[in-house]
């Protein structure tokens, strides 16, 4: 309600009629308020709402479930967005094969019943898919609105036409899993994102119909273009006045402009409109501000519809000579490259569990992220805005040229162009992308296309749109691989030409076709570390990014010495490996044969300034992909944190290099058996050696040389306390210890966040440990913790980094993997307690209380 106060003299003096008409004056604007407040109460001119609650779900396949009177009584009632394949045990009988991560794919069948009010009537209403894996087909009272194979790629259906206004309507979705394999890692299945009902007003701004770019930025002003898609389905053409108006962080008006339109009738029309940003906050990777521009279409005084558009202003370049400037200052990319799964929670996106891996890579001084390798949530780009990543977003990992048997190459002839185009106009809004990717080690690097993968006319179709684009003089001569290259880059160029098209390659060498091709913008390069310092010479005059790097393999707490042995693993790609265990070392001593040490890769990009960065592969553990293993591993071991989201200790590496944070990590652990030699490693910064002690007696100081990036020592065991100092000048900096732990005799659980938003999605990452009597942490415990939930949340998952634990990852138990393990709780939408109790034989079991407000 509004509150008016208004200070008068008593009317004694007044004249009666004027006493009545300031009343009548002062009634009139109390009703001008009234209908001021009422209004604001009304629906929003553009209405978006979460359609993911209470769908029905089966897996299996019933071809008569597209129709509006199936009935689907007896099927499971879940939220989206949903992975059936998480909620399976793992098998090596699944035909994803542990390079899928080694569960179930299948058919499944999504049916939702819900109601359109008749006010919305003259409207239209879409419906909106983030990402469903894969191969889709989508009914609407039994009508096909579409299908679509990629299991990546957001699209939308217009159910306008179908709709049954106050009646119920029903939604049909099917889902194609069951042609195994189709991914080198895993994919997930099902409605895997977000769906929204959007309905709008036949006039109105466009699906992913607004562009921004900014151009002549500086800290006193920048320009601001805004280019806007409207689109008239009614059947007659219609005027209206758009207004843009930018707000702060704060939701201050910083501009704003208005300009007239004219929409013909069942048509789209274009129109810019700029504006000037006076003294702009600048987005950047350590200050990431954003302003937000509110479009508005009226017609007649009336909203008719309302669009944000995010806004980050920045200038940047690739120099041939320092590599990435951001805002006229060089930043070194310290990027890693990040699949699309969530641990135990699969591949159904969920923004609080995204935001937790880029918090834990934030601390560790991580500024960029490569989608690898697909489009990825739109939760993601919006998280990246708003902490400050550097993003290289992937639109393929294959071309025409498959890598596993039933991929995207089957797709890729016929939807290439519709999902690159939905790729880019989708994501190109958000200040955190700075490259497009168009492919990542496509095969098409090397292989002629045979007849089986282009025949003659798609041969022609590229040949004479490359000669179309003048790209090469010599274009008779191109393979056809790379005019396909020069299409891509062309593709996304005309729809952003402010952000340079890359890709990553294996083949470092000149007669690489997308090279050839001359439409990469920046040259990226995956592993071949020997060829980087020569770069400038075997491509002068390029820029350079290290699109993947690394492939380091490691299992958080697991130990092989000695660690100044570097184990290659297998000793060659497409060799087979076995050791006993199915684990690697967590020194930084274990690679692949393809790859480096964490600490050799970052010496070398560190050292080069002309490489704009890196990506690490990879930042997180992922399922599938169990490289140097097969079954019985199921998950990775390339990441610099565990599957759970434990760092690993060359973390702390990173934080020492990336970060201003003060460090000082020592390890291993020291519980180890009498007479063993252990080597002791350090990581630190800000200091200038280490002093080492056991038990009170120095064991020597170390200090870095040249560009080393740790200290150690080899210590023959005896329990006690390890205790590292770190000095500069003399005077301390930070001291760690490690005590060797006695048996376990309860557990601990530590929650991330004891306080939760009661909307049903909200998670809290629980980590469980077992102490001693001391209270100390054990790092060796491996006892089975079963949990056990009430209240107001309930358990989305359990893991513990093991890439060799084959029990769901859903069930509530998991036993404890050199000291830890993850249990993740959920809000259910309710406010009110949770109550979490883990109990294990012959321990003491614990439970944590967390609020939902």
């Known amino acids: 309600m509004y509150e008016l106060k208004i200070l008068m003299k008593k009317p004694e003096n007044m004249m009666k009629k004027h006493v009545i008409l300031y009343l009548l004056s002062l009634l009139s604007v109390l009703l001008a308020l009234q209908s001021c407040d009422k209004n604001s109460a009304k629906e929003p001119a553009r209405k978006i709402s979460l359609f993911n609650s209470e769908w029905k779900f089966i897996l299996r396949d019933d071809p008569s479930a597209s129709t509006e009177s199936f009935n689907d009584s007896s099927w499971r009632v879940l939220n989206l967005p949903h992975d059936w394949s998480i909620e399976a045990d793992f098998s090596e009988n699944n035909p994803a094969t542990p390079g899928g991560g080694a569960l179930p794919g299948g058919i499944g ?182 302003y937000n521009i509110t479009t508005q279409v009226i017609e007649e005084g009336k909203v008719i519809d309302e669009y944000d558009t995010p806004l980050g202003v920045r200038s940047f370049e690739f120099d041939r000579a320092k590599g990435f400037i951001l805002n006229g200052e060089p930043v070194k990319i310290k990027g890693v490259c990040q699949h699309h799964d969530l641990g135990c929670l699969g591949a159904a996106v969920n923004e609080r569990a995204l935001e937790r891996q880029l918090q834990i890579l934030k601390d560790m001084g991580c500024n960029g992220i490569r989608t690898a390798h697909n489009p990825p949530a739109p939760e993601l780009l919006d998280l990246c805005d708003r902490m400050g990543f550097i993003v290289q977003n992937e639109a393929f990992d294959m071309w025409h040229k498959r890598k596993s048997q039933e991929d995207y190459s089957q797709f890729f002839a016929e939807w290439h162009e519709r999902d690159l185009t939905d790729f880019i106009l989708r994501d190109r809004n958000h200040p955190s992308i700075f490259m497009w990717s168009i492919g990542n080690e496509v095969l098409e690097q090397w292989v002629h296309m045979d007849v089986d993968t282009l025949d003659l006319q798609q041969a022609n179709i590229l040949f004479n749109f490359a000669k179309s684009m003048n790209k090469n003089e010599h274009s008779d001569d191109l393979h056809a691989n790379a005019l396909l290259t020069i299409k891509l880059a062309d593709m996304v160029k005309e729809l952003d030409p402010t952000r340079p098209v890359t890709s990553g390659n294996q083949e470092p060498r000149p007669y690489n076709n997308l090279f050839k091709s001359g439409a990469m913008d920046i040259y990226g390069f ?146 180890w058996e009498a007479g063993q030699t252990v080597d002791v490693w350090a990581y630190y910064n800000q200091a200038d050696e280490v002093e080492l002690y056991l038990n009170g007696k120095s064991l020597g100081k170390r200090s870095r040389k040249g560009d080393e990036m740790k200290v150690w020592w080899r210590v023959p065991y005896q329990a006690g306390t390890l205790k590292a100092v770190s000095r500069k000048g003399g005077k301390e900096v930070l001291t760690r210890e490690i005590k060797t732990a006695g048996s376990p005799v309860e557990l601990r659980l530590t929650a991330d966040r004891q306080t939760l938003t009661a909307d049903g999605t909200d998670l809290s990452f629980i980590t469980v440990e077992a102490v001693d009597a001391d209270g100390y942490p054990v790092p060796v415990a491996d006892n089975m913790v079963n949990f056990s939930i009430e209240g107001s949340g309930f358990i989305a998952g359990t893991d513990n980094g093991d890439p060799t634990n084959h029990h769901s990852l859903k069930k509530p138990s998991r036993s404890l993997f050199n000291g830890k393990a993850l249990v993740v709780v959920q809000s259910d939408g309710k406010k009110g307690d949770i109550s979490l109790t883990a109990t294990a034989t012959g321990l003491k079991s614990t439970t944590i209380n967390i609020k939902c407000k």
């Open 109 to 290: 069948w999504y049916r939702k019943t819900f109601t359109v009010d008749t006010a919305d009537k003259g409207k239209q209403t879409f419906i909106d898919f983030d990402g469903v894996y894969w191969n889709s087909s989508v009914w609407i009272n039994g009508n096909l609105l579409g299908e679509r194979p990629s299991g990546y790629i957001s699209f939308r259906y217009d159910l306008t036409p179908y709709l049954k206004y106050g009646q119920e309507n029903t939604i049909a979705v099917r889902v194609d899993n069951s042609k195994q394999p189709n991914s080198r890692w895993y994919s997930g299945s099902g409605i895997y994102r977000n769906v929204r009902l959007v309905t709008v007003d036949p006039l109105h701004i466009a699906h992913w119909g607004t562009y921004v770019t900014t151009e002549n930025v500086s800290a006193e002003s920048a320009e601001v273009n805004l280019r806007l898609t409207l689109e008239n389905n009614s059947k007659e053409m219609r005027s209206a006045e758009l207004i843009s108006v930018i707000t702060d962080a704060g939701g201050k008006v910083k501009a704003e402009i208005n300009s007239k339109v004219t929409v013909s009738k069942e048509e789209k029309m274009e129109t810019v409109q700029v504006m000037k940003l006076e003294k702009p906050m600048l987005w950047s990777d350590t200050r990431p501000y954003m």
């Open 526 to 671: 995956n592993y071949n570390d020997d060829l980087w310092g020569k770069l400038p010479e075997m491509y002068p005059g390029q820029k350079y990014i290290i699109t993947e790097s690394t492939s380091a393999l490691m299992t958080r707490g697991h130990y092989e010495m000695p660690s100044d042995h570097v184990f290659i693993r297998p000793e060659r790609w497409d060799l087979p490996y076995e050791n006993p265990g199915n684990q690697c070392s967590a020194y930084d001593n274990s690679r692949t044969p393809w790859g480096t040490t964490h600490e050799r890769t970052w010496q070398l990009v560190k050292k080069y300034g002309f490489l704009s960065g890196m990506y690490v592969w990879t930042g997180f553990d992922y399922l599938g992909e169990p490289t140097p293993y097969w079954w019985p591993s199921r998950s990775s071991y390339f990441g610099i944190i565990d599957l759970a989201g434990f760092p690993k200790d060359v973390y702390y590496m990173y934080q020492s290099e990336w970060s201003d944070k003060t460090v000082l990590h020592l390890f291993p652990h020291w519980n």
